[in-house]
C-alpha cells in the first residue's frame, strides 16, 4: 500500500509515534527533539518550545481526529 506522506493527517501519525518515543527518552540519531518539533509545527500551525513534546502530542491528535489545533 502507497502512503501519502503529503497528507497532514499521514504525517501527524508518524511525527506522533516519534514524540511519543522523545517523550520516553528513546533517541533518534538522525533527528533531534527540535528538528521533530519543528516539523509538527509546519503540521499544526503551532509554535514549540525545547521539550513541549506532550503539546505537540495532544495538536496532533486534535488532527488525526479530524479537529483543528487550538490558538
Known amino acids: ?22 517523550e520516553l527518552g528513546m533517541k533518534n540519531s538522525r533527528l533531534s527533539g527540535t528538528q521533530i518539533l ?11 518550545k525545547r521539550g513541549q513534546y506532550q503539546k505537540a502530542i495532544d495538536d496532533l491528535n486534535l488532527i488525526i481526529n479530524g479537529e483543528t489545533a487550538h490558538a
Open 1 to 22: 500500500m502507497l502512503l501519502d506522506l503529503d497528507q497532514p493527517k499521514i504525517a501527524a501519525l508518524f511525527l506522533r509515534a516519534h514524540l511519543k518515543m522523545l
Open 38 to 48: 519543528a516539523k509538527a509545527s509546519e503540521v499544526t500551525g503551532q509554535h514549540y
